[in-house]
């Protein structure tokens, strides 16, 4: 018995030699191909967190990807750094959202001197034009046109077309894998699309107004058709004048607008007052212009896009 109980024991010991050499072998494979991949990966940047999360969306790990303006962060009134000069030198794709949404992005771009190619997002976008010509702080006017395109959905697949069709180019190898990508985002899209008309659908037409900080959404009414109204241009970087203010709280009292909403990059007590002051509800946040960190409530377009709409839904549904 003690015979048959070693050479049990022996061949335990080989099994597990041969398993952990294996497992040895393998996260060596995966090491090596982790490796090949991060050496293979093209040098790319995106100016803002929402244009990274298409990018990311079609190119998966075949783009080494830096961001400047971080999730959470507020494009509008961004100043570049050393840093960023520094990634856009060594990249080979910049990607922009273009329709001066980041007004500082020309003189970065040629003050770092990169010989990458710059790819608009917005490249066919039908630009709705502003109110007025949005003059903020120096280098950060908007011009005439809306540059927060995105906030449509339709437009959302015209920026991943040119996301597309510039992967293409600058990576041939990859073309099974950026069109795959696309394929399945473009399907997520057109759900995304459906479901938010069907949610809004909920929401009856004299109660499709809402006040949100700055003018974001125009896209989004447009699209969807609820009215959101704002103190503020299309940039966070010029504070609302008080007959501005004024207007807004007799508007919300004459139609009886039921919900104010906070913006996830614009300080909030302007919003509280104008609540207090009228009665409004504050129907929560919504978020325009960047994303949240990775496990936030908009951690991705998509995830963004559907935060916003359970929000609004909720506070006009109930008002």
Sequence with gaps: MVSHLNTNLQLDRRQCLAVSAASLAGLMITGRTSAALAQSALPAVATFSILADFVKQIAGERLALTTLVSAGADAHVYSPTP???????????????????????????????????VVTATNGVTALKTEQA????????????????????????????????????????????????????????????????????????????????HDSFRYFEKAYGIAFISPRG????????????????????????????????????????????????IGGTLYSDALTPPGGPASTYVAMMQHNVREIVSALVVA
């Design 83 to 117: 840093a960023d000069a520094r990634a856009l030198a060594a990249a080979r794709l910049v990607f922009v959202n273009g329709l001066g949404f980041e007004g500082w992005v020309s003189r970065l771009i040629r003050s770092s001197g990169t010989k990458a190619t």
């Design 234 to 281: 299309v940039s966070t970087s010029a504070e609302p004048s008080a007959q501005a203010v004024g207007r807004i709280i007799r508007q919300i009292r004459a139609e009886k607008i039921p919900a104010v909403f906070l913006e996830n990059i614009t300080d909030g007590r302007l919003m509280k007052r104008i609540a207090d002051e009228t009665g409004a509800r």
């Design 134 to 213: 949005d003059q903020g702080h120096a280098g950060h006017s908007h011009g005439e046109n809306d540059p927060h395109a995105w906030l449509s959905v339709a437009n959302a697949k015209v920026y991943a077309a040119n996301i597309l069709a510039a992967l293409l180019v600058a990576d041939p190898a990859g073309k099974d894998i950026f069109e795959a990508n696309a394929k399945a985002y473009g399907a997520q899209l057109d759900a995304l699309d459906a479901d938010i008309r069907v949610s809004l659908a909920r929401v009856s037409p004299e109660k499709r107004k809402v006040i949100t900080s």
